[in-house]
């Protein structure tokens, strides 16, 4: 089974960058879709953004023109490129991979790692 760790979080002011990574520790060429999820203290699971194997992204409204999703299969990595941060991102992000249009109960889940944002 793949696995998916994730990297690149920490503690960045507000208007600040990061860079999350997310390794798979095998072949991410067949999975379906990659993508990041996040959860605030509090609040509900939300979508950050995904990418497909077809090159299809999508974005959580509060995170449009600010976040990129890539994807380097060659690699078996994917990468969350935050940009202007603000406090309300601060949050748990996890990485999944989906095998296929649904989700599965065998997708991988990364572990999780922290973003903190200080206003």
């Known amino acids: 089974q793949v696995q998916l760790v994730e990297s690149g979080g920490g503690l960045v002011q507000a208007g600040g960058s990061l860079r999350l990574t997310c390794a798979a520790s095998g072949s991410l060429f067949s999975m379906f879709a990659t993508g990041w999820y996040r959860r605030a203290p509090g609040k509900q699971r939300e979508l950050v953004a995904e990418i497909t194997t077809g090159g299809s992204i999508s974005y959580a409204d509060a995170v449009k023109g600010r976040f990129t999703i890539s994807r380097d299969n060659a690699e078996n990595m994917f990468y969350l490129q935050m940009n202007n941060l603000k406090p309300e991102d601060t949050a748990v992000y996890y990485c999944?991979?989906?095998?296929?249009?649904?989700?599965?109960?065998?997708?991988?889940w990364g572990q999780g790692t922290q973003v903190t944002v200080s206003s």
């Open positions: 999944y991979g989906r095998w296929g249009i649904s989700a599965h109960a065998n997708d991988p």
